[in-house]
């Protein structure tokens, strides 16, 4: 029944993750656009979209939480159940420094939880890939379907880190456009780093294709 009620899970929250991205992005493009809009209402909406995108965020570490417990009730991974609920803690605490990290990002501590986040995500993008490589080697015994979609995984963490700094970019035209007012081509520039977020957004689409792909294929 637990079972059940994971991959039931596993799957709805694809679709929440999914969504939510297709959400944000046309939100982000509608500002990125409306250059005849006041800039005090456009700079609203833009802090409205970075609010939605903690939908995000929490999609991607609810379905890193329900893989790993999954793969350990399945025999996958080892550790069975104990494993299946220390990823059910470490789940909880991260979307808890997620939130925190959101809400307080204006205040001193914020850049610490910022980082912390940070490295956490460093961290998977270097430790799935190395799982990979341990079990087409030999050492860690996992089904090679499984071992690639744990790289593929690593490589959809990197993409979102990717989108972050796309956005701090953004920000950077944003804040000149706030300050000095718009200056000719800041709009043009706006949209280019609007393209660049976008199409790291691309490749991360594709990747959580290919690992759908891989979770019912099971070649």
């Not at 939480?65 to 803690?89: D, E, I, M, R």
């Not at 605490?93 to 850049?111: D, N």
């Not at 190395?130 to 690593?154: D, S």
Request: charged share 10%; with cysteine; net charge positive.
């Amino acid at each position: 029944m637990l079972i059940h009620t994971l991959l039931v899970a596993h799957i709805a929250v694809l679709g929440y993750w999914l969504g939510s991205e297709l959400v944000i992005n046309a939100n982000f493009r509608f500002v990125s656009w409306a250059s005849n809009m006041p800039f005090s209402e456009r700079d609203g909406l833009l802090d409205h979209v970075l609010d939605v995108d903690q939908h995000v965020r929490y999609a991607l570490i609810l379905q890193l939480g329900l893989g790993t417990a999954l793969a350990g009730l399945l025999g996958y991974l080892p550790g069975g159940g104990g494993l299946a609920a220390s990823a059910g803690v470490l789940t909880v605490a991260w979307l808890v420094l997620v939130e925190a990290t959101h809400r307080l990002r204006k205040a001193p501590v914020g850049a610490l939880l910022a980082r912390i986040d940070g490295g956490i995500r460093y961290f998977l993008i270097a430790a799935l890939p190395t799982l990979c490589v341990l079990a087409l080697l030999g050492p860690l015994q996992l089904p090679v379907w499984l071992a690639v979609k744990l790289a593929l995984f690593g490589g959809v963490i990197l993409c979102g880190l990717g989108i972050r700094l796309a956005i701090i970019r953004y920000y950077q035209v944003w804040r000149s456009n706030n300050a000095a007012g718009p200056q000719p081509g800041d709009e043009n520039l706006v949209r280019q780093r609007y393209w660049q977020a976008t199409w790291i957004l691309m490749v991360l689409w594709l990747l959580i294709a290919v690992i759908l792909a891989l979770s019912l294929w099971k070649p």
